[in-house]
């Protein structure tokens, strides 16, 4: 197996979102391209992701490889790329990874691979009264203001076409309206609906912003939020992020 990704920088930052919610991964590639799941170890958010072989320039895998790595060491090389570096992926015969970042001058790391648990997929068949679609850079500002309020909940509500987010702290409380009207959503669809979610696993998925242009946002009253991260490519990357008992 070997690939070759160009925007080694973007790209890093799809692992450096992962590393907010769990310990380890199985980067699994497929002839469709790297697919990625995840559960954070308090069972509160799964995230599914699909970086497709038309995202890397490379993608020669000829059958399905597994390879366990843990996030933290893995993640620190990809904090090293700079805007120039290609970067490349590849197995030896031992399943150990290699990632060698090719710029100024070639830099090549080996790690062994390990047995990463194995992620029991929840019933994702949800029915989701409320979508919408954003600019990622647009929703993840508001996300990152809506943190600066504090408090440790985050309430999504959909009324008349428009979404509605809102905190409340000690500090003080804010809300937020996002409409097509207002260009602060690019659709919207649905009816009515609301929901709480806890703060931080949503700021925690907002370093998407770096390999994403827009995002798809779906809720319901005390279903799942999910966040559609879309990549080049037709790739994603989803966060399902269970609902608080307020």
């Known amino acids: 197996m070997r690939v070759k990704v160009i925007d080694a920088d973007a790209f890093s930052y799809i692992f450096r979102t992962l590393e ?16 990625i799941r995840g559960i954070d170890p308090s069972r509160v958010t799964f995230i599914d992701i699909l970086i497709p072989s038309g995202y890397f320039e490379e993608y020669n895998v000829e059958k399905e490889e597994k390879v366990g790595v ?14 120039n570096d ?4 590849e197995t030896d ?45 647009t929703f993840t500002d508001i ?14 509500k959909a009324e008349g076409g428009k979404l509605y987010l809102s905190a409340n702290s000690d500090m003080g409380s804010s809300t937020i309206e996002l409409s097509t009207e207002n260009g602060g959503l690019l659709e919207s669809e649905g009816g009515d609906a609301e929901s709480v979610y806890g703060l931080e696993y949503v700021v925690n998925t907002s370093k998407m912003r770096k390999p994403s242009d827009t995002v798809e946002i779906a809720f319901g009253s005390q279903i799942p939020l999910k966040l559609r991260y879309n990549l080049p490519q037709g790739g994603y990357a989803d966060f399902y992020i269970a609902p608080r008992a307020e």
């Open 20 to 35: 907010e919610f769990i310990d380890e991964i199985t980067l699994d590639f497929t002839s469709d391209g790297l697919k």
């Open 70 to 83: 843990k996030l933290e060491d893995f993640t620190d090389v990809l904090k090293t790329v700079t805007k």
């Open 86 to 89: 290609s970067l490349y992926l």
């Open 93 to 137: 015969e031992n399943q150990n990874i290699r990632v060698t970042l090719d710029g100024v001058y070639e830099r090549t790391f080996t790690f062994p691979s390990i047995v990463a648990s194995e992620i029991e997929t929840p019933n994702l068949n949800l029915e989701f009264p409320f979508k919408a679609k954003a600019l990622t850079v």
């Open 143 to 156: 996300i990152d203001e809506i943190e600066d309020i504090g408090g440790d909940s985050i309430t999504f």
